[in-house]
């Protein structure tokens, strides 16, 4: 197969629908010889900050001159970047050969067991294989959704990761706090460290598990603390405490208190890997941290002098700290606006946290059948809105509205993000 046909390929495939577990993935693995115990893992799950907290550990162990190979999703421009190993994402030459090779595995497993893999079993299995195939030393491999029947749940890491949670996926992970937490702690492994930053009956439920396997837990203000942050522009200081260490003046180039808070996630993950990983030392991970990026998250950049901000913000909890981040950076600047939200999203929480009556929106439908329509979100927007036929053209005429004390916010929906970022680069060419 070719790069678009690998593509094609996938996306014939079953999402979600069918009977959770693990056994379509394990023996899609056992026909590929098993490439996920060929190398040491970072397991991360929860709500919001898995991919930034994934940025951080990628940057320090790089740093620490560590092979490292990284697992995320979803993509913003093409599925190449969810595979990255050894500094870079596949190119389309490398995902195509691996795909051929799990196409042939994945035939002959949906003979022996009478059901066809999921798309994202397809591409975990296609990750496992590439960082074999590349020889990584470490993998930091997040969560697809939820945990405990995840695809990726199948490894037996160094340390298990469960950054937060909230409500998100209901349909597939529960209706309360306590049964989406059940989800998210069956990576929790026995006998392995698990870090969290989670509280209330999500830490409950969590420590519940974390009882029954015997694992040692590391909890937000218990055995990690922020003890400083200074923001400034584009970045923050911040010092840590951990496990009684205090690190110092810690630079960190992305923005946001819950950034702080994932990277004290990253750092006592850290803290527990250097007792075997020599290589890990306090310079690494502080030159680490000053050069970790993460497209998408607080992402700016300039445009006529005008500050231009993409930001993943598609649920309550990832409103809430991008206004927060707003706030912080943008205090006395009127927003405008460039929000699409899908149907099974929490689109009024999301909107009362970032939108104020000065504010403006310009309303576009996201690029997937899942968009709801801009007329459903002008009826919940509390200011000046202008319905938008196609991304591009929503964020050409914010451009056009923004004057000096603005700044412009592109949020919502991932599957717009990735559009916004193919426009801003074709913009600054």
């Known amino acids: 197969m070719n790069y678009q046909e690998s593509i094609t390929w996938l996306e014939k495939a079953t999402s979600f629908g069918i009977k959770p577990g693990l056994k379509r993935i394990e023996s899609l693995l056992f026909h590929l010889g098993n490439p996920e115990n060929k190398y040491k893992v970072i397991h991360i799950t929860g709500t919001n900050g898995k991919g930034s907290t994934a940025a951080f550990l990628t940057s320090v162990l790089e740093t620490s001159g560590i092979r490292v190979g990284r697992y995320t999703s979803p993509h913003l421009l093409t599925y190449t970047e969810r595979i990255y190993a050894l500094g870079r994402n596949s190119n389309k030459k490398e995902f195509a ?12 497993v949906s003979v022996e067991i009478g059901e066809f893999p999921t798309e994202f079993e397809l591409l975990t299995a296609m990750a496992f294989l590439y960082f074999a195939k590349k020889q990584v030393e470490y993998v930091v491999l997040e969560v697809g959704m939820g945990g405990r029947y995840d695809s990726t749940n199948v ?18 992970l529960g209706d309360t706090i306590t049964e989406i937490a059940w989800n998210k702690a069956g990576v929790i492994k026995e006998n392995i460290p698990c870090v969290t930053a989670a509280d209330g009956l999500a830490l409950h439920e ?11 837990l590391y909890i937000y203000e218990e055995a990690f603390f922020i003890k400083n942050r200074k923001p400034y522009p584009g970045g923050q200081e911040v010092s840590f405490e951990v496990m009684e260490k205090l690190w110092q003046d810690m630079k960190i180039s992305l923005v946001g208190s819950h950034q702080a808070i994932n990277a004290g996630i990253a750092l006592m993950s850290l803290s ?7 290589r890990i030392t306090e310079d690494s991970i502080r030159k680490g941290y000053i050069q970790v990026f993460w497209p998408g998250r607080f992402e700016m950049h300039m445009i006529d002098g005008i500050p231009f901000v993409m930001d993943g913000a598609h649920n309550a909890a990832g409103a809430k700290t991008l206004k927060e981040a707003l706030e912080e950076q943008f205090d006395d600047y009127r927003r405008v606006f460039v929000f699409t939200s899908l149907q099974d999203k929490d689109t009024t929480a999301v909107i009362s946290y970032l939108m104020r009556p000065q504010d403006k929106v310009f ?17 919940m927007v509390p200011c000046a809105y202008q319905e938008e036929i ?17 700044v412009i916010v592109v949020c919502g929906s991932l599957y717009m993000l990735g559009e916004a970022v193919s426009w801003y680069k074709g913009k600054n060419k």
């Open 390 to 406: 196609s991304v591009e053209q929503a964020l050409n005429d914010a451009v056009m509205e923004a004057a000096d004390k603005d």
């Open 155 to 172: 490894v037996l890491p160094l340390v298990s990761i469960i950054t937060n949670v909230a409500r998100e996926h209901t349909k597939y």
């Open 97 to 108: 050969e691996i795909a051929t090779i799990v196409k042939k595995a994945s035939d002959i």
């Open 272 to 278: 527990i890997l250097q007792k075997q990983e020599f």
């Open 363 to 379: 309303i576009v439908e996201a690029p997937t059948p899942r968009t709801r329509s801009t007329h459903d979100m002008a009826l």
């Open 206 to 216: 969590i420590r519940k598990e974390a009882g029954k396997k015997k694992s040692p």
